[in-house]
């Protein structure tokens, strides 16, 4: 049993480097088994197929960077602090992948979204609702902002989407420039987003 | 010479369409000649690679929509004006798009970039030689508004840079949820990012 589990997670391992280097189409199972050095009967024990393991990728990457978000966004800091906390960790993270493999690799679920939300209908769903849940985070802090009046936003949920679109659309060019200065702006366009109190921002 | 040139053409156009649907990591060569209806050694004399000809049909695409791109922020309309028709313009492109194919396809150059430009340094270059001439355009527009006192953001190209961003994460969304009205907040943001005027805000 021992040995078993540790197979699954030198594959999820291995997938998951493997997709942030070169994405889910470029790769075989063949080659996920090499890298991960496991049997490709192991492969098949624990996944039906290329497109279940990318899901298990998906599901691992998404449970860690939740848990992430949730300490820094649901943490006892100002709501609008919490908010920068999280930007700053953002490019911290994109800069450390930086420097351990020579490139951004950038955001996996934004990769995998334009890569492949067309073609496979699983893998679309579970991006929409891994997106989904970023905007309700994010959401929730701004409404808490706006509740201590430190932004005037109207629509909230909006803004959210707003924010996660902007975040999406920096690291696509940090990844492009192999850049994460690329991010700086985040913040200013955030505060500007939120329609955030020029005290707030002078801050 | 006649019958020639209708080859490459049909390459090209075989080739934009199959990678604007799958992206470019899932195409062959093969496919593309079948889809072209050309014979394989036609490809090989217009191409010497799926690079090369995906540098070609990104050139093309690039080509076209630079000249959409110079007519709607080059005309003689008021700068904020100019570009809240490209933005207009790019969603009904998108939603014209989504009515002939059934799905939102997205930004070729968005999805290239993170489908590939970790992958080949060529097509890197050529994506950001457009983004970078995408953010010009869009500089010299807001230079302008600053110029007659619209906007009072303070670095320009920042701020056309972010517009660009969140027009590619606004189009990520578009294409995650096959929905093109992710798209209508994208005027509000713009003007939120350049600091408009309340009294054009409310135009």
Known sequence: MGRTSDAKEKILTAAHSLIEQRGYTALGVAEICKAAGVPKGSFYYFFDSKETLALAVIDQQWESQRGDWTRVLRDDAEPLERLRRL???????LRAGQQSCGTV????????????????EPIRERL??????????VDEVITEAR??????????????RSIVAQLEGQVLFAKLYNNTQRLEALWEN???????RRTYTAA
């Not at 930007?87 to 993270?93: K, P, S």
């Not at 690799?105 to 496979?120: K, P, Y």
């Not at 929409?128 to 985070?137: G, H, L, N, R, T």
């Not at 955030?190 to 955030?196: E, H, I, K, T, V």
């Open 87 to 93: 930007l700053e960790e953002t490019q911290a993270d």
């Open 105 to 120: 690799s950038g955001c996996m679920f934004g990769n995998l979204t334009l890569e492949l939300s067309n073609q496979t």
């Open 128 to 137: 929409q609702e891994i997106f989904d849940a970023q905007v309700k985070m």
């Open 147 to 160: 509740e201590r009046g430190e932004v005037s936003v109207r629509d909230t949920t909006e803004a959210a």
């Open 190 to 196: 955030c505060l500007s987003l939120l329609s955030a």
